[in-house]
Every structure is written in C-alpha cells, then in structure tokens.
C-alpha cells in the first residue's frame, strides 16, 4: 500500500476521499465559490509551506508557528486562524485512519480563543544574550546574525529567508521587503522600505560583500533548518516552548511602542493591511506606564501654574494721630446725639 510523506500529498488525497472535502471542489469546479473557507485555508498553508513540505515537521510546535505566521500576514481572527490546526488535523487523522501515513506527528494541536492573539517579547538585553549564546557556545554566526536582524527589523521569517543582496541598498541604507523600486514586486504587491539599523548595518554590509549576488542569508537551506537552530538558542536559555522566532518581529513591534513611535508609523515598519493587526503586537512596559504618568505630572504642574491667579501686593497704611482723635471725636459726637434724642421721646 502506497504510503504518503509530503503535505501535497495528503491534502489532495483528502480532497478525493473526504465526503466534506469532496463537495467543497465541487462547488468550485461549478464555480461556486461563496463557502469555500476549506479551500481558503488550505491553499495559504501550501503557500506557506508547499506541497512536499514533509508531514513529520508538522508538530505541535511548528504549527503554532505557522499560526503566527498566517494569522499577522493575512489578518486574521482567531476564529479564522484556528481552522489551521483543525483542517491539518482533518487531513493528517483521515490519512492516518486510511493508512497513508505511518503514525500522527502531533499530540495535539492548540487552538486560540475568540478574540485572543497570543503577544510574546523579547527585551533588547535577551535578544542580545541569544545573539551572543548562537555565537559563543553553539559557534553559529549564521543563526547569531539572523536574530539580530529579525528582532532590529521587525520582518517575517519568510522575508528575511528571501531577502538577497539586490533588495539592500547600502548607499541609503535601506532595506526592500517585497519588491523593489525598480518595479520588481512580489504577487502581494506590498513592498515596504525599512531603514537599517546602526547595530545590524556592519553585519548586512558584509554578508553583502560576501555574497553580492545571492541571499543574504543563503546559509540556511529551509525555513525549517532556521526556526530549529533558533530553538536551540531558546530552550538553552530556558526560555518557555511559546516563545517562537516570530517573536522576534512582535520584539520589534513592542520596543517601537516603548519608544513612542506612533502606531501609523510603526504599522509602515511591519507591512500591516490593517491598523488593527499592528495594535495587537503593542505590549505596553512598566517602563511606557511611569514614563506616561511622568508626562501627566509634568503637564498637570505646567498647566495649574498657568491658572493660578498671581497673588496681588497687599497695601498697607501708616498710622495717622490726628485722623485717629477726630474718628474718635466723632464717635462721641454720634453718642451724644443718640441719647438726646432718646430723652426726647420718654413720656413727661
């Protein structure tokens, strides 16, 4: 019995043999395409992964990552987003059940709630501290540099994976994600430019130099090859599983925050359609928190002294003598007019 190994493989056997998977082509082959959301999914997962992407990567682990993949890429909900595992777990359990494939590569795959997008960072000291672990104890300048400029960038795996040396632009230091200004543009036609950082500019430089025709990261045969050796760093340092290296472009998203970049710009920075999809990356610090509420102190002290009225000089009056005996002479004057006319009025 022919067994399967590829995604290809299994996603199309699954569209033959599936009664649910089977009605939906056929609706699209008559060109009804009002429910396809089986298709719609599949078809981004094969991009992402494509069709000989072998099923035994599929684990838990990596299909979280494609989650956070897909789901910053395309916008989508947590509802949408979680048809990733369940349609991977239909076709992976149908081929199992029929024997295609020999064992389940997963436990079982996680799910988000409605309306939750999982937001995990690194600060800039534990991103430098992965840096320096890639390069001192595993000896991977390749992996070492590759974290460096996916947290000082804030790109997608994919970018970076396909970044050559034609889409860096060392004179204004700047980088070309999907496209160029020469008019080559990738299908989604939404290239971006982003400056290059001082503390990455030395590195692109010279992998530039080295390789002034090819990838800039050409060490790294498969996406798969990258987050593994990115996963060696991470659980060496104990950080937890969920930390996965898209969480070095939420990284990025989350330091511009702290530094007041406002949202329009730092929406620019990371390719987002949608203004929403950038505001769920911004993990607000302690450190943003009392740094706002400095700004209030300040701003409520500025403007209350502005309100307060100055106080006026009081004037004062020296003492006078004879303006004090003729007050007093006066007094005395009323007194005496008073009693007069009380005597006046008694009965005789």
């Not at 987003?81 to 024997?99: A, D, F, M, Q, S």
């Not at 390069?135 to 992996?143: E, G, I, K, N, P």
């Not at 632009?169 to 950082?197: C, M, S």
């Not at 403007?303 to 003729?326: G, I, L, N, R």
Request: proline share 4%.
């Amino acid at each position: 019995m022919e067994t399967f190994t590829k995604l290809g493989q299994c996603i199309e056997y699954t569209y033959r043999t599936r009664e649910a998977w089977v009605e939906e082509r056929r609706r699209m082959a008559k060109g009804d395409k009002s429910n396809c959301a089986i298709h719609y999914v599949v078809q981004h997962i094969l991009e992402a992964r494509g069709e000989s992407f072998p099923i035994r990567h599929l684990d838990d682990e990596h299909v979280t990552e494609l989650m956070h993949e897909l789901e910053d890429e395309h916008d989508w909900s947590a509802r949408t987003t979680n048809k990733i595992p369940t349609y991977l777990g239909t076709v992976l359990k149908h081929c199992w059940e029929k024997r295609k494939i020999k064992e389940l590569p997963y436990r079982r795959y996680d799910r988000r709630k409605v309306g939750e997008r999982r937001i995990h960072w690194f600060t800039t000291d534990e991103v430098e501290t992965m840096y320096f672990t890639a390069l001192s104890t595993f000896h991977r300048q390749d992996v070492a540099e590759n974290i460096l400029v996916a947290a000082y960038t804030g790109a997608r795996q994919t970018e970076i994976l396909k970044l050559t040396t034609k889409d860096v632009d060392l004179a204004r230091r700047q980088f070309h994600f999907g496209g160029r200004p020469d008019g080559h543009v990738t299908k989604a036609k939404n290239w971006r430019e982003v400056p290059i950082p001082e503390r990455i500019f030395d590195i692109v430089a010279r992998r530039c130099q080295e390789n002034p025709k090819g990838r800039l990261f050409s060490d790294f045969r498969s996406a798969k090859q990258l987050r593994d050796q990115y996963n060696r760093v991470r659980d060496y340092l104990k950080f937890e599983p969920h930390y996965v290296y898209h969480c070095l472009r939420h990284s990025f998203a989350t330091w511009q925050n702290d530094l007041g970049t406002p949202v329009a710009t730092i929406q620019g920075l990371l390719g987002h359609k949608e203004i929403e999809s950038t505001m769920v990356y911004l993990k607000v610090s302690s450190k943003a928190k009392q740094e706002a509420m400095d700004r209030m102190n300040t701003y409520q002290s500025v403007t209350t002294s502005k309100a307060e009225p100055k106080p006026q000089a009081v004037q004062t009056e020296t003492f006078d003598p004879q303006m004090w005996a003729k007050f007093l002479e006066f007094q005395a004057f009323q007194q005496s007019l008073q009693m007069a006319q009380m005597e006046s009025l008694q009965p005789v």
